[in-house]
């Protein structure tokens, strides 16, 4: 071999030692997380353990990308699923780049449809993709890697038209699931509204839980008394940026303070991550 | 040679006085037309420029370089207010191309990574995380992922290198020449890539010719032809900081290279690059944005080692992504350990 081969062939095993070095340093750890990233007004909560990864929601924008990156390692690139709770720009809009970023295997959404410029891309986008997809109802149980989400909410949608559906408050067929791995759950609730959270406190066991995903960015119109009295979470968070709605509302937190919670923001804090090994927990 | 500096004065004058997109100021009107500039994207518009005219329009219906769109908004100066895109034909052929490369890169690793590469290799940045861009601006690094000269000079002498391998020189430099083009067009037809394949197409062409060229002639003569061409360019910030940091490598990075001989550092080369060329480009940056990073020659004498090899990687990956996908994203994974170190040296800086 010439000299210069030589040299190359050196250059070449030396990138993939380093290569090798990085991956081992950034091999993850075992425990879970439930990352609710700062992507300014909307919602993303990423779920991770090990090299399994959740996405509930993208957010508006494509701040979701770098939430991701920082959470996952450089070498792992798929997704094992993405949760659309619906369709709306602020939960929607950053899952276009995540199916372009990333490949996921399951994507998993209602049969609540948005003729919107964003919801037909990201439509298109997983239609290209290789992901399955899953439409959801009230009554199923998802399960990866060990860590159960119930479906809770929506029931049966009711029938009509996709023209008619075009026109419905979405905000009430968000996807509600509780999620559990060994002693902690938690309640991730979309955007919905205040009578879907009496529903939910009514018709579902979400008695004393671990965490409390807001409904809708702690919008007047969100939380119940009924549902806080039910879930009794220890921890609440609030997925929000700078916003015209007047989120979060100061009866949401009012409701909130009076409960023995500890409220957690995106906009004051950034990402809001907590783990836990499946018996105690802890805010990082 | 000093009459033709003077017609071509003339002729830039004539040219840039006669720049006038004449725009009913106030009036709603609808201008149709190709995306030449790569669209800016941030967290809740899009920047694009089209015809003369700056809007900020929606994230979506998505716009890309190469599209033919329609556009509809209210001007005023050379802006388009509440700007509405009507119509979009996707570009087809080269832009279709520069697409799909893009996303083999996308799929191989995470933001910022990613963006780097694409911006190193395609001037394409508009997958770039905002923060990061900050950073990069901060740190005065920036201009490696926007579309450069240096990008056309290393994707031409390349080809010249490997081509020369197989064919006589002179053909070799006529498909470099047609290679660097097409290059420039694949990476968003900019004025300094343009600049740079000018200037390259005249230092070849004039030793195909056998004619001694010196840079100099060759940048003010590229530089002349551009101006006389796209009279609009003269106020492109792009253009400007290529040709001034071009003129000061010409007039400076030898003789720094001579004074830093003694140094005991080991990129000492980049070193000399760079300190030529802020030369001129110091103040224009700070003229137009106020500030500038008194350690930026430092920071880019650690990162500019990395430039080549993530070329190259990213560039192997382009070509064999575009026939076997899964193998490009893997051949992206290459240059992980160059963007590993660009990166954190960014943010260590900034």
């Known amino acids: 071999m010439s000299k210069k081969a030589w040299l190359y062939l050196i250059s070449f095993l030396t990138v993939i030692a380093i290569l090798s070095w990085l991956v081992v340093i950034s091999l993850p750890k075992p425990n879970l997380r439930v990352i609710a990233c700062d992507v300014g007004q909307g919602d993303a909560i990423l779920i991770t353990k090990a090299d399994l990864q959740i996405l509930v929601d993208g957010g508006p924008g494509n701040k979701v990308i770098s939430c991701l990156s920082r959470y996952m390692p450089f070498w792992d690139r798929t997704i094992e699923a993405v949760v659309s709770t619906h369709p709306d720009a602020d939960h929607s809009t950053g899952l276009v780049q995540v199916f372009r970023n990333y490949s996921v295997t399951h994507f998993v959404t209602t049969e609540i449809n948005r003729e919107t410029d964003v919801y037909s891309t990201l439509k298109k986008e997983v239609g290209e993709s290789k992901a399955q997809i899953h439409f959801v109802e009230k009554g199923e149980r998802l399960i990866y890697g060990g860590i159960y989400f119930d479906v809770l909410h929506p029931g049966q949608i009711p029938p009509a038209s996709e023209t008619e559906r075009a026109s419905f408050k979405t905000n009430n067929y968000s996807i509600v699931m509780k999620m559990g791995y060994g002693d902690f759950d938690a309640l991730l609730t979309g955007d919905i509204e205040d009578k879907v959270s009496d529903l939910i406190a009514d018709t579902s066991n979400v008695n004393n839980l671990v965490y409390l995903k807001v409904p809708h960015h702690g919008s007047k119109n969100g939380l119940s008394q009924k549902l806080l009295d039910e879930v009794r979470p220890q921890v609440a968070v609030i997925s929000l940026g700078k916003n015209s709605f007047g989120h979060p509302h100061e009866e949401v937190l009012k409701l909130l303070s009076n409960s023995d919670t500890k409220i957690l923001r995106t906009d004051q804090i950034g990402d809001v991550v907590v783990e836990t090994n499946g018996s105690t927990w802890w805010i990082k | ?350």
């Open chain 2, 1 to 350: 040679m000093k009459v033709l500096y003077v017609i071509f004065v003339a002729l830039i004058i004539v040219r840039v006085g006669s720049i006038n997109y004449s725009y009913p100021e106030g009036a709603r009107i609808r201008i149709q037309g190709r995306v030449l500039t790569e669209p800016v994207v941030y967290e809740r518009a899009r920047y694009i420029k089209l015809k003369g005219l700056k809007a900020y329009v929606e994230l979506f219906p998505e716009v890309n370089y190469g599209d033919s769109i329609t556009l509809e908004g209210d001007v005023e100066g050379d802006k388009l207010k509440n700007a509405k895109v009507v119509e979009i034909d996707s570009g087809g052929g080269l832009y279709f191309v520069r697409q799909k490369i893009v996303a083999i890169y996308k799929k191989a690793l995470p933001e910022p990574h990613v963006s780097l590469i694409s911006g190193i290799v395609l001037g394409s940045k508009s997958g770039l995380p905002p923060d990061f861009w900050e950073s990069l601006k901060t740190t005065g690094t920036a201009h490696v992922v926007v579309a450069s000269g240096m990008n056309v000079t290393f994707v031409t002498s390349f080809l010249v290198n490997t081509l020369v391998n197989f064919i006589k020189r002179q053909k070799a430099i006529v498909l470099a020449l047609a290679g660097a083009w097409v290059y420039v067009v694949l990476s968003g037809f900019d004025a300094p890539l343009v600049r740079a394949a000018i200037m390259g197409s005249i230092a070849f062409g004039a030793q195909g010719l056998g004619r001694v060229s010196t840079a100099l002639h060759a940048l003010l003569v590229s530089g002349s032809l551009m101006l006389i061409v796209f009279p609009e360019w003269i106020y492109d910030l792009g253009f400007i900081l290529s040709f001034v940091a071009t003129l000061s490598l010409i007039l400076f990075e030898a003789k720094i290279a001579t004074m830093l001989q003694r140094l005991p550092f080991l990129f000492k080369k980049d070193l000399a690059t760079t300190l030529a060329a802020q030369i001129g480009v110091t103040p224009i940056l700070f003229i137009y944005f106020g500030n500038f990073n008194l350690l930026s020659p430092f920071i880019n004498s650690l990162i500019l080692w990395t430039i080549p090899p993530i070329m190259v990687v990213g560039a192997a990956a382009a070509l064999i992504g575009l026939v076997v996908p899964a193998l490009g994203e893997f051949v992206v994974f290459l240059a992980y350990p160059f963007t590993f170190w660009f990166v954190s040296v960014v943010n260590i800086f900034s």
